[in-house]
């Protein structure tokens, strides 16, 4: 019999995964495709045909033949996903609207890790990196998850899972370079550890070109980096099964500042040399009583440090989760759980930018229910659940789910979602002053105004009311259609109100607060149509389309950043022989708003091209030549909100090689 228990209320979405264990993408038929196992949905492995989500799977071959060398620029595949660029080592990433460099609405799990960060609610893109071809899949999850992942999974879930060590075993070498990704190379190796135990380690390391500014110059976004890292899995008896990993990294990004100051011209445009440094550790246990019952225990650590020349951060965090799932008068299945999280940060701050305090330590508790019912065996189901938490900031928060999913058959599934999530406020919004732009000396004060955001310590939770319908259908046996339409009713957005001005002597400039509220109201509703074609044996079509209509105050997109209203992506996946593959990647992007002061910038749309082309000539041998943005020079992705000059995003050629053994 087979169940169906989501986690999410979410809208539904098309899931490529392109690879079952052993076979190359096209050697998949679309129903296959439906049938690749997924566990972000519900915190257990099912079909993803099962799944009540919004879900899209980007498999190890996607990410191959897309020719992507970092998380972000995979996820460019998934439809209801706004990933744009902002230069060499900064993405703004999130799921159905509000894209900005400090996203806070969009989840972002590594293994189940959690890569959120308590200073903005969000997730440095830049830090988090894996071996790529260690990735055995990314779930995407497009709308609520919180029932399940707790707040701040408001329009969506990332999880990036990498593939069990003893699929890694022997050696894997790769490198290659070109002309914006320089050099790159990376070494892993697997083996047996023990009669049930395997285990891999790695190392890779990569320098990345500066891309053009507006002004044509160089941008001075040249980066580098270096990881490592190993996994271990264990089977310990018949039911228990162990797994423990870690990462250390470093890195360097170049960046271009417009740092403001109270003296003509009222900014100083220089180049800094960020660093980062960071690592992790996590353990997670796994108890199986029966088919219909299971538990499992998880612990990670993660560090990070991040030095600039207008701030530095230090944060550590400490999670455990607890999860047990059970079957209940054979028609209920129950998932329930216990969480906790601690983070500790030190912030070291500047003339523009103060913490205070500088040290702080903020607890989370949580605890969560779902049960899920079957109405009509192995046709009509009905999820409830709810996730309790109890965060420093705003105490109590309470997230319910309610969904019902209908499948008249094999080849149809129908659904309704209605969900509450909410986003909690940051560390940044309760504690942080910082100097966003001094203006020259106007009437009527006749000196430098310094215009600074200042937190508030009674910051409330953003919150929405989540509408979604789905269906999706493989009537034909050569395509997949799934569709999806939501529609999220925001409350309490975060914005900056004026507060009264005041002259500081020491600095001899009038200062106005901008001090952090929740005055903004929003609505947002789409649609995302997402479909594959196998239309011949050796010849695979992806297709994606997503319009979203965004409703909130003009003033707003300063604040809260925007997303274009629609986009298109098209893949063209070829192998006339099994050695030889071709793949071409069209993307459009609509007129987008900026969110720098004001956001009366728009940045043009645009249309890029992707192509790749790859050759084995032996077996455990490939060589392949990718190049990327090429329709153009150079275009325009994103404008930072704060501090960093615009910059271009330019056209790119590189090879690779890479030997299995």
Request: proline share 3%; charged share 20%.
């Amino acid at each position: 019999m087979r169940k169906i228990i989501a986690g999410f209320l979410l809208a539904g979405g098309l899931a490529v995964e392109a690879a079952t264990e052993g076979k190359d993408a096209l050697e998949l038929n679309v129903e296959d495709l439906l049938n690749v196992e997924v566990t972000s949905v519900s915190k257990k492995a099912q079909a993803l045909n099962d799944a009540a989500a919004a879900i899209f799977v980007i498999s190890n071959e996607d990410i191959k033949r897309s020719g992507a060398t970092s998380i972000p620029e995979a996820l460019r595949m998934a439809p209801g996903l706004d990933v744009a660029r902002i230069d060499g080592n900064k993405w703004a990433v999130s799921a159905r609207g509000f894209n900005a460099r400090f996203a806070n609405k969009l989840l972002v799990l590594i293994d189940g890790r959690n890569t959120y960060s308590r200073l903005f609610s969000g997730t440095y893109w830049e830090n988090q990196d894996v071996m790529m071809e260690d990735v055995e899949r990314i779930e995407v999850i497009r709308g609520p998850g919180a029932t399940l992942w707790g707040a701040n999974a408001v329009n969506g879930v990332i999880n990036v899972i990498t593939k069990h060590s003893s699929k890694t075993q022997g050696g894997l070498v790769a490198a290659g370079g070109g002309t914006e990704e320089q050099g790159f190379g990376a070494f892993r190796y697997g083996a047996a550890l023990g009669e049930n135990t395997t285990g891999r380690v790695f190392v890779k390391g990569f320098k990345r070109d500066q891309n053009t500014d507006a002004r044509g110059n160089g941008a001075g976004d040249d980066w580098d980096r270096v990881q490592g890292g190993f996994r271990i899995d264990s089977r310990l008896t018949l039911a228990d099964d162990f797994k423990l990993q870690g990462d250390l990294y470093h890195s360097h990004l170049n960046q271009t500042l417009l740092v403001p100051s109270v003296v003509p011209p009222y900014g100083d445009l220089g180049r800094d040399k960020a660093e980062a440094y960071g690592g992790n550790v996590l353990g997670r246990w796994q108890h199986t009583f029966s088919t219909q019952s299971d538990l499992s225990l998880q612990l990670f650590y993660d560090y990070y440090r991040r030095n600039e020349s207008w701030m530095s951060e230090g944060r550590d965090t400490l999670d455990l989760d607890f999860e047990h799932r059970l079957n209940v008068f054979d028609k209920h299945e129950l998932i329930w759980g216990l969480g906790y999280q601690l983070t500790a940060d030190r912030l070291g701050s500047s003339v523009i930018f103060n913490m205070s305090p500088a040290h702080r330590k903020n607890q989370l508790y949580s605890a969560f229910v779902q049960d899920e019912m079957e109405l009509i065996d192995q046709t009509l189901w009905f999820t409830l659940g709810c996730k309790f938490e109890h965060n420093d900031f705003t105490g109590f928060e309470g997230q319910p789910t309610a969904r019902l999913m209908w499948a008249p058959d094999l080849n149809h599934r129908f659904w309704a979602a209605m969900s509450r999530a909410v986003r909690t406020p940051s560390r940044g919004e309760a504690n942080m002053r910082l100097t966003t732009t001094v203006a020259p000396p106007t009437a009527p004060f006749f000196v430098p105004v310094d215009l600074t955001l200042q937190g508030n310590r009674n910051q409330l939770s953003e919150d929405v009311l989540a509408y979604e319908i789905g269906y999706r259908t493989t009537m034909i046996k050569s395509l997949s259609v799934d569709v999806t339409a939501f529609y999220n009713d925001y409350a309490h957005l975060r914005d900056a109100v004026q507060g009264t001005p005041y002259f500081d002597p020491l600095r001899g400039v009038v200062v106005q607060p901008l001090l952090f509220s929740n005055n903004i109201k929003a609505k947002t509703y789409g649609v995302e149509l997402a479909m594959v074609w196998q239309m011949l044996d050796w010849w695979r079509w992806d297709a994606n389309y997503s319009v979203l209509k965004t409703e909130l105050p003009s003033a707003a997109t300063a604040v809260i950043g925007v997303s274009p209203q629609q986009r298109v992506n098209l893949r063209s996946a070829i192998n006339v022989i099994p050695e030889l593959d071709f793949d071409v990647w069209f993307r459009y992007v609509d007129t987008n708003a900026s969110a720098t002061s004001g956001g009366d910038r728009y940045i043009r749309d645009y249309v890029t091209m992707d192509a790749r082309l790859a050759w084995r000539p032996a077996a455990g041998l490939e060589v392949s030549l990718v190049g990327q943005n090429l329709l153009t020079s150079s275009h325009l992705e994103y404008v930072q909100e704060n501090l960093v000059v615009p910059t271009l995003i330019d056209r790119g050629m590189y090879g690779k090689i890479s030997w299995s053994f």
